[in-house]
């Protein structure tokens, strides 16, 4: 199996009342485990707060979970020593769900995408600017564009620049959460078609979080769903689709507007 | 019997100060019929929001507008700002996209409900909090979150107050602009159906603004599509999803992905769609 995720769990304690002397645990994640194999797309779907972004800041060893082992290509990861962390970040990338916040204002396009490549000391300049030409045109913007400053792009572009800035040290996963969410139908779909066709281009795996479920049906080939921190579906898209097993599944297929 | 319209749009015109080229919204005419809800389609930028904020004067003051705006027989164009408050948030409400930030965070929700209440009637803090109760049970807040501040409810509920808002002076027309696009797909059906009983309850006309045609389909009855700042089609919603005359209705329904069927999502592709237009 190549990623194999066993048994993770993650507590938070809230505290609360008077001075803050009440203390009470809040189980993001409560034995959650699930496998995928290379070349494919896992949704995980659930509402706020069902722990879909804590499994993605475990994933990316943004955060530790309290018990539980996930396996990359046989490599254990939650047990990489400190100065290996760095290099196991260059096997896994993160898009973000608003593409507002998540470039830096002061960079032009060309410093942010190179950044990447620069932190992992890969390539000359010469070639990292060949690189970054090769990737923003991969993404369907043009190598004009580079010199140019987040702001002067509308979401959608912002988007695309985030997806090139995840794809150019070549990782084996990326982990993409609610990266359509803040965008209008129309964009939604330019990006949806794009994250498609490098997927089959690179034979990249995704790790899609997302609680619309009319995108999980398009992009995702399994899906597991999250309730509250716990794992109450597991299985391919279709079979999910035509034969859910909870109740709570039921709920959020109804939930889909329309039927179009 | 013909149907009776609330409110009536006559070449509507946006543009920013001094850019008369510049046109944001260019020529919309459009009718509300009473009791009916109707829906503006389109992507940002298309003029969607700006024509329902034009409607009661809310546009930015860098933006200068020509047109008739005819709600009741009164034209709301040719008001001024006192007669237009006693207007705004009794005849006519509004409901916003991000319920984070439309409310005040250093009073209490119940509070700024209670506001408008007493904004238009003379009451009493009792009477109208015992009113503002009465309104959160009716959106299916529990009356006790009356001394809740708007950080201690989720984005929801945060929504759910806002509906309260904006029902509680029994308004003839709500004009919602994207309420459930900041929320969870199970919130937003919940917060749809809500909308729809209580449009269904009060027999209020509604105009709501998304870009999700799904919505469209689970509430409109009448819907208008905007492209650049023009209605490009308009008509029952009903006969429009299922038979879209104008390429960019068309190009617009290809784009949301189905659960239905495995269609291939098609963006917009604008060349060729300006290229189909230019032809009509």
Redesign the interface.
């Known amino acids: 199996m190549y990623l194999s995720v066993k048994n993770l769990s993650k507590t938070y304690s809230k505290r609360s009342g008077f001075l803050n002397t009440k203390t009470s645990t809040i189980h993001a994640l409560n034995n959650v485990s699930f496998d995928l194999d290379k070349g494919k797309c896992l949704a995980i779907v659930g509402?706020?707060g069902s722990g879909k972004s804590t499994l993605a800041k475990i994933m990316m060893k943004l955060l530790d979970p309290d018990s539980g082992s996930i396996h990359l290509s046989k490599q254990d990861v939650l047990n990489i020593p400190k100065q290996k962390i760095k290099a196991y970040r260059k096997k896994i990338q993160m898009i973000f769900q608003d593409p507002f916040s998540s470039l830096n204002p002061k960079f032009t396009i060309g410093q942010i995408i190179a950044e990447p490549l620069e932190i992992h000391k890969m390539g000359t300049p010469t070639q990292i600017k060949a690189n970054v030409a090769k990737f923003i045109k991969l993404v369907g913007l043009s190598d004009k564009d580079l010199s140019r400053y987040p702001h002067q792009f509308s979401?959608g572009q912002r988007q695309r620049i985030c997806i090139a800035r995840a794809l150019i040290i070549e990782p084996d996963i990326i982990v993409c959460d609610e990266p359509v969410s803040a965008l209008?139908?129309?964009?939604?779909?330019?990006i949806?078609?794009l994250l498609k066709a490098l997927q089959k281009k690179l034979n990249l795996t995704y790790l899609f979080i997302t609680?619309?479920?009319?995108?999980v049906?398009?992009i995702a080939n399994e899906m597991i769903v999250l309730q509250n921190g716990k794992l109450v579906e597991q299985g391919a898209v279709n079979q999910v689709?035509k034969n859910p097993k909870t109740k709570y599944t039921q709920?959020?297929?109804?939930?889909?507007?329309?039927?179009? | 019997m013909p149907t009776e319209n609330i409110l009536k749009v006559n070449h509507l015109m946006i543009n920013p100060i001094k850019q008369v080229e510049n046109k944001l919204v260019n020529d919309v005419s459009f009718l509300l019929p009473k009791a009916k809800i109707t829906c503006i389609v389109g992507e940002s930028g298309s003029g969607k929001s700006l024509t329902a904020l034009s409607i009661v004067k809310l546009l930015s003051s860098q933006l200068e507008f020509s047109g008739e705006i005819i709600f009741n027989r009164q034209k709301l164009h040719e008001l001024n700002d006192k007669q237009l408050r006693s207007i705004r948030g009794s005849e006519i409400a509004m409901i916003f996209q991000d319920p984070m930030t439309s409310l005040n965070p250093v009073f209490t929700v119940g509070y700024q409900v209670a506001e408008a209440v007493l904004a238009h009637h003379k009451l009493t803090k009792n009477e109208a909090r015992k009113i503002t109760e009465k309104a959160f049970t009716d959106v299916g807040i529990p009356a006790d979150r009356y001394d809740n501040y708007p950080d201690e409810l989720s984005g929801g509920q945060r929504q759910r107050v806002m509906i309260a808002m904006a029902m509680i002076n029994k308004p003839k027309l709500l004009i919602a602009d994207e309420p459930t696009t900041a929320l969870d797909v199970t919130v937003q059906k919940q917060v749809l159906d809500l909308i729809h009983n209580l449009q269904k309850k009060h027999q209020m006309t509604v105009l709501f603004i998304t870009h999700d045609f799904g919505v469209v389909e689970d509430i409109a009855d009448q819907v208008l599509v905007m492209y650049k700042g023009k209605i490009v089609e308009q008509g029952r919603a009903k006969s429009i999803i299922k038979n879209p005359k104008h390429p960019y209705t068309k190009a617009l329904l290809k784009c949301i992905p189905s659960i239905h069927s495995k269609k291939i999502l098609q963006p917009i592709d604008y060349l060729k769609l300006e290229r189909e237009m230019a032809k009509l």
């Not at chain 1, 609680?211 to 995108?215: E, F, T």
């Not at chain 1, 709920?251 to 179009?260: A, D, E, F, R, V």
């Open positions: 509402e706020s979401g209008d139908v129309s964009i939604q779909a330019q949806l078609e609680h619309d479920l009319r995108v049906k398009y689709f709920t959020l297929i109804n939930s889909i507007p329309g039927s179009i």
